[in-house]
Nanobody
Framework: QVQLVESGGGLVQAGGSLRLSCAAS????????MGWFRQAPGKEREFVAA???????YYTDSVKGRFTISRDRAKNTAYLQMNSLKPEDMAVYYC????????????????WGQGTQVTVSS
C-alpha cells in the first residue's frame, strides 16, 4: 500500500521557521516528482513547491526565497523548509508524488498525503 505521511507542521510565530517532511512508503519514488500544495480555509488548494525526479525545483511566487524543497532518495522522503513564515502561509500542507508533465499542477500527482496543519501567529 502506497502511503505519503506528512509531519512537521505546528504553530509558529510570524518570522519563524518550520520543516515539513513527507515520508513515502509502499514503493520507491525516485522516478517521481514530489510536490507540496496547501489549502487555507475557504480557499482552493494551491501549488507551493515541487521537485522533479531530476532535481529541478519550482516555487509559487509568494514563497520564493523563503521556502526550499528537497528530497532524500535514500530515505524516500521529501522536505519543505519554510523560513520567514507569514500569517498568509497558514494552511494545511499536503505532499504529493506523481509523474505528470507539469510539476505545478495537482492533476499530475497520483499519490497524496493526509496533510499537516501549519499555523502562523501574527
Amino acid at each position: 500500500q502506497v502511503q505519503l505521511v506528512e509531519s512537521g507542521g505546528g504553530l509558529v510565530q510570524a518570522g519563524g521557521s518550520l520543516r515539513l517532511s513527507c515520508a513515502a512508503s509502499g514503493r520507491t519514488f525516485s522516478s517521481y516528482g514530489m510536490g507540496w500544495f496547501r489549502q487555507a480555509p475557504g480557499k482552493e488548494r494551491e501549488f507551493v513547491a515541487a521537485i522533479t525526479w531530476s532535481g529541478a525545483t519550482y516555487y509559487t511566487d509568494s514563497v520564493k526565497g523563503r521556502f526550499t524543497i528537497s528530497r532524500d532518495r535514500a530515505k524516500n522522503t521529501a522536505y519543505l523548509q519554510m523560513n520567514s513564515l507569514k500569517p498568509e502561509d497558514m494552511a494545511v500542507y499536503y505532499c504529493a508524488a506523481g509523474r505528470g508533465t507539469w510539476p505545478t499542477l495537482s492533476v499530475g500527482y497520483e499519490y497524496w498525503g493526509q496533510g499537516t496543519q501549519v499555523t502562523v501567529s501574527s
